[in-house]
């Protein structure tokens, strides 16, 4: 059975835990009758008539109340897991060691991003020290252009880091489909990464792995710094750091070889490689054979593009001089005019002295400081939220009116199929057999795993199917471990291994929002 729909004017009201409402008052609204209790039990809405999908909960999960006033309302309450205030929605983030949840604070309705880690993994490779070393950091560095650390709760299991939500997605997901930037929108980038870099440098923090991966970019299109995974704190004496860290294609010279060398001179020349790729669309260093990669990087060895600018070809020589002794420094990048052009420096509120002591206590067995952990289990691909639903349909955007439920983030890599869910599965799994990749399959998430082509590291990308519409899934993409293009052209090479499955519009049928991104 299927619920009835009737166009007709009305007004619409969902909702949330908070007292605020979100009402869409307009003329196209929807009126429903329940259907039978059972698992298809799920409420329908119309907006207009060409508009008739399944509505789903913010959090991922069907919605099984009565159909009528507060008694749905109650029944929105209901999420599919919880801590502590938060309610936790599907993972937008995934790394080797940890997972990134989209998550609403229930007091507040601010959304936010939970970066959640096992307390076994920390442990076994013992990465206590750097979890409180990226802690202690993120409370330190508080500026516009850095991503924000709300608070850090400690589960039984788990830690729970609460971060700013940035909706945009990473820079490098800009470049990759884009290419080349226009060359002001590259300067306004620039200026707001030497802004928080520099404001990292003067709190004594050097972030040690800048690359357009950990550039996120917020709704208004402003960039945002993340990943102080391997930054390091305020060293005694000289100040010389001795670990090599980093992506190689964007790692100084100095940072290659066994000797000391200064954080903030290694950050600048990684702020110029960025800069280049951000110009160029491409890599100004890029070799797979690793010693001809770090030679052509400590000679320096690049050449820039025909339509570089002067002013800008002129930047980029000064920051990638080889010599950290004569490398220009942040108080020169700010004087050079291509820097300067529209150049507002940001105006933030300094905050007061940081206390770090409650660091330690987020590893602290006390039970009494645990973050309630709740959740609930349902079988079959997880309903994908309101937000994206409506991005979905054809020629209607009412995304503005379900800002306080987004947890959308821009991702190019995703697609859409017709076919059931355990189809999909099955056919991504033998076609990750054909890749010479292994593939572990859990609740319609699928994980697939191999050794990437540079034969240096392993390479994984987890696949999770949401079912956006009746006989209607969606198939969200992401990079678990390995390099960042090798998974675009990865990418790129399962889409035509599956292109008996995807869906696509056909001709003259406008193509879903959440694919245009």
């Known amino acids: ?19 605020d409402q979100t009402k869409l008052d307009s003329n196209f609204g929807a009126s429903a ?20 999908v399944r509505v789903f909960s913010v959090f991922e999960r069907r919605i099984r109340a009565p159909f009528v006033g507060d008694e749905l309302v109650e029944d929105m309450k209901k999420v599919s897991r919880k ?20 998550a609403r604070n229930t007091e507040t309705g601010e959304s936010v991003a939970m970066k959640v880690l096992a307390k076994t ?14 802690i202690s950091i993120m409370k330190i560095v508080r500026h516009p252009n850095i991503v924000r650390l709300h608070e850090v709760l400690a589960g039984q299991t788990k830690i729970y880091i609460i971060l700013e939500f940035v909706s945009g997605g990473e820079l490098f997901d800009k470049i990759v489909h884009q290419g080349k930037l226009h060359e002001n929108e590259c300067r306004r980038y620039f200026q707001q ?19 357009p991966e950990n550039l996120l970019l917020d709704g208004k299109g402003n960039l945002k710094v993340s990943d102080f995974g391997l930054s390091a704190l305020p060293q005694q004496g000289a100040g010389l750091l001795r670990t090599t860290c980093g992506t190689p294609n964007y790692v100084a010279p100095e940072v290659l070889g066994n000797q000391g060398y200064d954080g903030a001179a290694a ?14 669309g491409y890599l100004p260093f890029d070799e797979t054979h690793l010693p001809t990669l770090y030679k052509k990087i400590s000679a320096a060895e690049f050449s820039c593009p025909f339509w570089f600018s002067p002013g800008v070809k002129s930047l980029i020589h000064k920051i990638l001089d080889p010599n950290p002794e004569t490398r220009i420094q942040i108080e020169g990048i700010k ?5 300067q052009k529209n150049y507002v420096p940001v105006k933030h509120r300094e905050d007061a002295e940081v206390n770090l002591d409650d660091v330690c206590a987020v590893f602290d067995d006390i039970e009494e400081n645990y973050a309630a952990e709740q959740s609930e289990n349902y079988g079959g691909p997880l309903i994908m939220n309101a937000f994206e639903m409506i991005t979905l349909s054809q020629g209607l955007n009412l995304s503005a009116l379900f800002d306080r439920r987004q947890d959308y983030v821009k991702r190019q890599t995703r697609f859409v199929s017709c076919k059931p869910a355990k189809v999909i599965i099955s056919t991504i799994e033998a076609v990750a057999q054909s890749m010479s990749l292994k593939a572990h399959t859990r609740n319609f998430k699928t994980r697939l795993e191999g050794i990437s082509t540079s034969k240096t590291g392993q390479f994984a990308v987890a696949l999770e199917v949401f079912e956006v519409a009746p006989s209607l899934f969606m198939v969200d993409v992401r990079k678990a471990a390995g390099d960042t293009l090798e998974y675009h052209k990865f990418y790129k090479d399962l889409c035509a ?3 008996d499955i995807i869906w696509k519009p056909k001709e003259g049928m406008a193509i879903p929002a959440c694919l245009e991104q």
């Open 497 to 499: 291994k599956l292109d």
């Open 121 to 134: 993994t920390i442990l076994k490779h013992k990465m206590v020290d750097q979890i409180k070393r990226e």
């Open 83 to 102: 801590v502590g205030k938060y309610e936790v929605g599907r993972t937008i983030g995934e790394g080797t060691f940890a997972k990134v949840k989209f």
């Open 267 to 280: 950050d600048l020349w990684s702020c110029g490689v960025i800069l280049y790729v951000l110009m160029a």
């Open 193 to 211: 990464l030497i802004d928080a870099v520099a404001h990292c440098h003067n709190k004594g923090v050097y972030h040690r792995d800048l690359k």
């Open 335 to 339: 004087k050079v005019p291509w820097f």
């Open 33 to 52: 009758t329940r259907e039978s209790d059972s698992p298809a039990n799920i409420l329908h809405f119309s907006y207009l008539p060409i508009f008739c």
């Open 1 to 19: 059975s299927s619920v009835r729909i009737q166009s007709r004017p009305s007004s619409l009201s969902l909702q949330a835990e908070s007292a």
